[in-house]
């Protein structure tokens, strides 16, 4: 068990494949049981950022600056440091829920696995398997522990992943995407006991609506960097950064008839983001001034545009 | 898995019936007249009459079949038509030998593939992984006989620490029984393993991409761990196909390997009956064969449901 009062925080963390930067100078803090949502387009970094912090990037990418969770460093450990805090000091669920299982494994004995690998004798963590199988509300959790994932839906591997996750008591719980693959009346009965059970969360999702519904605050990723962050509530109904306007613009509702609103241009690839301000080549409010990069300020609600909208 | 089991011994049982009819039927269209053979160019009608009386090949084929597929159900292969000894315990015997040395060929090749292809996949960027997979390429253009030979000149031409051939009976002697058989082990399961190592590299690298290894290193084990705990049991399901076919593959290249050995197996039963024209020998040799590659069959289909639950 970790102790209770972890804050994560995470410094000027930059994420690397080689030459090419994906993650810059991201800093930001979550507290215990605050729920943090981190949006963006595909690309923007936040799956690495998330990767990054649980220390499973892919081969050949690298991370650097600080993240420490209460007293422990999650960045720049070694591996077979770093590997005793996965799934017990940090957990994370990913976003397809029907290849995450081992389909050759009892469901049971893959959520008593994430215990045993960090001490709990195998027939006590046979018995909180099925507890924590029966903690995120699955019908008749004896008989699912015995069950292969096969046998189960989407929406139930998914509540088997959170019981992973959850089973050692982390003090910081990451989702990618976690209801993204799931049917629409799946999903909200999953989010619903995500934010329930979460002892801190890190959010990822492109879905507005989503974070909306489980966050209280929110980073706005765009080419590996934090352009905004805040307060949901202030965020959405008064953006400030010129992308965090595009985006919410895209997502809102519109009349019949007129036409839809999108950011212009798409998503450089990596490494051909510009200079300076990193959205400027897909900004209308872009000046010259935009070729020096903006730092984040501000202090709750902060955002990184020199032309932000009032 | 009962169910299945019973459905999959049924069907075992059908076609070794039809694998029966098959080979009976097969043998009784050769020409040549076992008690003509038996008697030589200078025989008469009447003594040859009598003889195939003796033998029985004068009545229908369907009798003949009933007899020789009911004698085979009691284990009976029928006499010899021309050393005039029983086949069954000939085959027998044989079938022990061949059974050892394609058991052993298999360990071989399992004991040179999992290892060398594990690591192949493993370290596929690594200039090692990449030779162990190159070298295994040539490995699979090498027919076993070739490879018995090659050995052969090394280790016991060259080098005379093994036998070049020859078998001695577990019973007699258990270190010259070993010593035997090593060089034939060796042809047959190198060959094999280089064509395994292959596969078990793929089914490898498959299961590397998985995302429930990731789940695995998720939950706080290392890659080495996760592969270890999740992936090779994921990645025998692939492999225990080609193995099934491998045996049945080793199977043939025993009658081979025997032949450069001059060991005693199946093979050399086999190839002695064609020499000497012992028709009911050679069908009795082919029936033992056809039914060992259906029982191979069998058990790789009940090992693949024992391994994947997906399918049971």
New interface residues.
């Given amino acids: 068990m970790s102790d209770p009062v972890s804050t994560l925080r995470v410094e000027g963390l930059t994420v690397r494949a080689e030459s090419l930067e994906l993650v810059r100078e991201v800093s930001f803090t979550i507290a215990p049981g605050e729920r943090v949502g981190l949006i963006g387009e595909s690309g923007s970094g936040k799956s690495l950022t998330a990767l990054s912090l649980?220390g499973?990037l892919p081969e050949a990418v690298t991370a650097s600056g600080t993240a420490r969770l209460g007293d422990r460093d999650l960045v720049g450990v070694p591996?077979?440091r770093v590997?005793?805090?996965?799934?017990?000091d940090v957990?994370?669920v990913?976003q397809?829920p029907m290849?995450?299982?081992?389909?050759?494994?009892r469901v049971g004995a893959q959520v008593a696995?994430?215990m045993t690998?960090?001490g709990t004798p195998r027939h006590e963590a046979r018995e909180r398997a099925v507890a924590m199988l029966e903690r995120v509300r699955l019908p008749e959790p004896g008989q699912v522990a015995r069950a292969?994932p096969?046998q189960l839906s989407g929406g139930q591997r998914q509540r088997v992943?959170l019981a992973?996750?959850l089973a050692n008591g982390p003090g910081l719980l990451i989702c990618d995407e976690p209801t993204t693959a799931l049917d629409v009346t799946v999903q909200k009965q999953m989010l619903e006991l995500i934010a329930e059970v979460a002892p801190a969360l890190l959010f990822i999702t492109h879905d507005l609506a989503v974070v909306a519904s489980v966050c209280e605050r929110v980073l706005v990723m765009y080419g590996g960097r934090v352009v905004e962050s805040g307060p949901i509530r202030e965020v959405f109904t008064r953006p400030r950064h010129r992308y965090t306007e595009g985006l919410l613009a895209a997502s809102k509702l519109t009349p019949r008839g007129t036409r839809l609103p999108t950011v212009q241009g798409s998503v450089p690839s990596a490494g051909q983001f510009p200079d300076g301000c990193v959205f400027r080549n897909r900004c209308p409010h872009a000046t010259p001034t935009c070729e020096t990069a903006p730092a984040l300020t501000g202090d709750g609600h902060a955002f990184a545009c020199w032309h932000p909208a009032d | 898995m009962t169910l299945y089991l019973l459905k999959r011994l049924a069907v075992l049982l059908a076609s070794t019936a039809v694998a029966a009819v098959v080979v009976f039927a097969f043998m009784a269209l050769l020409p040549g007249d076992p008690a003509e053979i038996a008697l030589g160019v200078n025989a008469t009608p009447e003594a040859v009459a009598a003889l195939r009386q003796q033998f029985g090949t004068d009545r229908p084929p369907v009798a003949q079949f009933l007899d020789w597929s009911g004698g085979l159900l009691q284990g009976d292969f029928g006499t010899s038509y021309v050393t005039s000894s029983p086949i069954g315990p000939q085959i027998g015997d044989r079938l022990g030998v061949t059974a050892v040395l394609v058991l052993g060929g298999m360990a071989v090749a399992l004991a040179v593939a999992v290892p060398l292809g594990t690591y192949a996949a493993v370290r596929h960027r690594d200039p090692l992984g990449a030779a162990i997979s190159a070298v295994s390429q040539v490995g699979i253009a090498i027919p076993a006989f070739l490879a018995g030979i090659l050995l052969v000149f090394v280790f016991a031409v060259q080098a005379q620490v093994l036998p070049s051939g020859g078998y001695v009976p577990f019973a007699e002697d258990p270190g010259e029984w070993l010593r035997g058989l090593l060089l034939p082990w060796a042809s047959l399961g190198l060959v094999q393993g280089a064509v395994l190592t292959r596969y078990v590299r793929s089914a490898v690298l498959d299961v590397m991409r998985?995302?429930?290894l990731?789940?695995?290193?998720?939950?706080?084990?290392?890659s080495t761990g996760a592969l270890w705990?999740?992936g090779l049991?994921?990645a025998s399901v692939p492999v225990v196909t080609v193995l099934g076919l491998q045996l049945a593959t080793l199977l043939i290249g025993a009658v081979v390997v025997e032949r450069v050995f001059v060991i005693p197996g199946l093979g050399d039963l086999l190839l002695n009956g064609v020499a000497g024209r012992d028709l009911l020998l050679v069908q009795g040799v082919v029936m033992v064969l056809v039914a060992a590659v259906l029982v191979i069959n069998f058990v790789v289909d009940v090992a693949y449901h024992l391994?994947?639950?997906?399918l049971r």
């Fill in positions: 649980m499973l591996e077979n590997k005793d805090l996965r799934g017990r957990s994370m990913f397809e290849t995450a299982l081992n389909p050759l494994m696995e994430v690998l960090h292969y096969h992943m992973i996750a | 998985e995302d429930y990731r789940t695995a290193r998720a939950k706080g084990r290392g705990r999740h049991r994921n391994l994947d639950p997906r």
